[in-house]
């Protein structure tokens, strides 16, 4: 009998470097059957990840229905120390939601900054309201909570409200805006089921509050503090189809009144004005030389707006058409620039943009291999370089670009778990470049546990990097002829599913070394010993996705 023996050692040719990886299990009981919400936020001194916990039913045959009960709000805070606490901020369930919770009810919150541990959330559980699912709006009632030596204290509790938004300031206190919410009844105003007027409340470094005032009517509101400690608010001054010449956006600086107030745009017409679920997403952020940059999204293109100290608004030059994805970011890269990152296209590659002075993103670069990568996030690092950061679907590792706007641009391998962590839910890069990965791993059907990785000491320089291989190769087995080992080596310039198998010359497969193992870009290795097959002509043949090739070897004994 012929003893076949078989030694496969699986090499990649990534170094990730000495890292400092801690992990988190979340307590059981936030787990529930499946987390259909999980997001990771930073701040000074800790790391809070927000999630959703809920119940699956499904019906006996042969109906098949699957039904979810959305239940609780929760936070899960991190210090310094790797102290792990956890809150439920709301529980509003069993909520029934059918095939999707957003059909029927769900959260909305704002976090402010974290000094020492204390963290500031705006929650608002709300459920859907209006005549059909294209006039739907969310409302419901907002707690504005804090967090305070393990404790999770209500400060203060607001009707009838959604999108709040939180600014902690860094001299004291903090500001709290929201829209305030009147229904109405479409009988009576055809096409409009509810208005929203801007509010906004000041509190005290001991959260006692202080004043509060209105804006006006808005939509949308979102918080931002010039260098020069102005607190301003931006938002959409209307959103409905009979009053499109008051549609617009305005900043509004509310500790210096009528000292840069400024309408950015009037009369901005909505392809959707009644769906107001897909209304245009707002992004404001400071620079250095007391601007502000307000990013206007709406699905189909990007404008982009910069609003000097003394109310001077300058309108981008082009809009990027084709924001499929709802991802973009402002960030200011290590000139001092602030720079636009989006994907043009669906599938195409990500491209930036510098805003220069007098000359507002006129010009469009992109970052080569990043098509196909769907999930992704940018950050400023450091060393002042933005980051792009990607996850490959269907893979255990997060890659990166080290400078995303360097003339050539580097990928490599970023942080891959000893053990596969299931479902990635989020991560972020903190201030500090230390990465937090949430993720979600189903231990039965239908039963999940979730946990938080923090990985330390990562290697985020744009220096000695190898670049990313252009196209799928297979190279020539070394040694070729072999008895009875050689090594097989392939490249990848994508993360790909990969089936690797040994043939003889009449085209039957004697062994198959990878089926189906999604596998990271790169350099890839392996060690394969023929013991025990005769001497003869064999062939090693690679499968990635849809391409194939294949390399002819020699067995000699």
């Known amino acids: 009998?012929?003893?076949?023996?078989?030694?496969?050692?699986?090499?990649?040719?990534?170094?990730?470097?000495?890292?400092?990886?801690?992990?988190?299990?979340?307590?059981?009981?936030?787990?529930?059957?499946?987390?259909?919400?999980?997001?990771?936020?930073?701040?000074?001194?800790?790391?809070?990840?927000?999630?959703?916990?809920?119940?699956?039913?499904?019906?006996?045959?042969?109906?098949?229905?699957?039904?979810?009960?959305?239940?609780?709000?929760?936070?899960?805070?991190?210090?310094?120390?790797?102290t792990l606490q956890s809150h439920t901020l709301h529980s509003i369930g069993p909520l029934e939601s059918g095939m999707n919770y957003f059909a029927k009810g769900g959260f909305d919150f704002g976090i402010g900054g974290s000094f020492d541990r204390d963290i500031l959330l705006a929650t608002l559980p709300w459920e859907i309201g209006g005549a059909s699912v294209h006039s739907g709006y969310g409302i419901g009632n907002m707690a504005l909570q804090h967090t305070w030596n393990d404790v999770l204290e209500t400060i203060r509790e607001f009707q009838d409200a959604r999108h709040p938004d939180v600014l902690q300031l860094k001299s004291g206190g903090f500001w709290l805006v929201w829209e305030a919410i009147t229904v109405l009844d479409p009988a009576e105003i055809p096409h409009r089921y509810y208005e929203a007027e801007i509010r906004v409340a000041r509190f005290s470094e001991n959260s006692s509050f202080l004043q509060s005032f209105t804006l006006g009517p808005g939509y949308n509101p979102r918080l931002v503090q010039r260098t020069d400690g102005t607190v301003m608010v931006l938002y959409r001054t209307a959103g409905h189809?009979?009053?499109?010449?008051?549609?617009?956006?305005?900043?509004?600086?509310?500790?210096?009144?009528?000292?840069?107030?400024?309408?950015?745009?009037?009369?901005?017409?909505?392809?959707?004005?009644?769906?107001?679920?897909?209304?245009?997403?707002?992004?404001?952020?400071?620079?250095?030389?007391?601007?502000?940059?307000?990013?206007?999204?709406?699905?189909?293109?990007?404008?982009?707006?910069?609003?000097?100290?003394?109310?001077?608004?300058?309108?981008?030059?082009?809009?990027?058409?084709?924001?499929e994805e709802r991802r973009r970011y402002l960030l200011t890269d290590a000139e001092g620039r602030m720079v636009l990152l989006w994907r043009q296209v669906a599938g195409e590659d990500i491209t930036w943009s510098p805003m220069n002075d007098g000359r507002i993103f006129d010009t469009i670069r992109s970052i080569?291999?990043?098509?196909?990568?769907?999930?992704?996030?940018?950050?400023?690092?450091?060393?002042?370089?933005?980051?792009?950061?990607?996850?490959?679907?269907?893979?255990?590792?997060?890659?990166?670009?080290?400078?995303?706007?360097?003339?050539?641009?580097?990928?490599?391998?970023?942080?891959?778990?000893?053990?596969?962590?299931?479902?990635?839910?989020?991560?972020?890069?903190?201030?500090?470049?230390?990465?937090?990965?949430?993720h979600r791993t189903e231990q039965e059907v239908d039963s999940y546990r979730s946990g938080i990785y923090r990985v330390q000491d990562l290697s985020l320089s744009s220096q000695d990097i190898t670049s990313l291989p252009r196209s799928i190769a297979l190279q020539q087995n070394y040694p070729n002829p072999f008895n009875p080992s050689t090594t097989i080596e392939f490249t990848l310039p994508t993360s790909r599913r990969v089936t690797l198998v040994v043939t003889d010359l009449y085209g039957r497969e004697v062994r198959r070394l990878l089926d189906g193992k999604v596998l990271t870009p790169g350099s890839h290795s392996l060690q394969f010993n023929a013991g025990g097959l005769p001497s003869g002509v064999y062939f090693h043949r690679l499968t990635a996705d849809d391409t194939h090739t294949a390399r002819k070897m020699m067995l000699m004994k």
């Open 1 to 82: 009998m012929r003893v076949l023996i078989l030694s496969l050692i699986f090499i990649s040719t990534f170094d990730v470097c000495a890292q400092t990886v801690d992990h988190w299990w979340l307590p059981e009981r936030y787990s529930g059957n499946r987390l259909s919400a999980m997001s990771l936020h930073a701040l000074p001194g800790g790391m809070v990840c927000i999630t959703g916990t809920d119940s699956i039913h499904r019906a006996p045959p042969p109906m098949f229905d699957v039904k979810y009960e959305f239940k609780d709000l929760n936070a899960h805070l991190i210090d310094g120390a790797g």
């Open 241 to 323: 189809a009979h009053a499109m010449d008051s549609v617009g956006l305005r900043l509004a600086a509310i500790t210096t009144p009528g000292g840069g107030d400024a309408v950015l745009e009037r009369g901005i017409y909505f392809e959707y004005p009644f769906h107001l679920d897909l209304s245009p997403e707002l992004v404001v952020q400071p620079t250095t030389d007391n601007r502000v940059v307000v990013l206007f999204d709406r699905l189909d293109s990007i404008t982009v707006y910069s609003c000097s100290a003394n109310g001077e608004v300058r309108r981008s030059n082009t809009t990027a058409a084709g924001n």
């Open 368 to 438: 080569a291999g990043t098509a196909g990568y769907m999930e992704w996030k940018a950050y400023k690092g450091g060393d002042g370089n933005i980051k792009y950061i990607a996850h490959p679907v269907g893979s255990d590792s997060l890659l990166i670009i080290p400078n995303a706007t360097a003339s050539a641009t580097h990928m490599r391998l970023l942080f891959s778990p000893a053990e596969f962590w299931g479902a990635l839910g989020d991560w972020t890069l903190d201030a500090d470049d230390v990465l937090w990965v949430a």
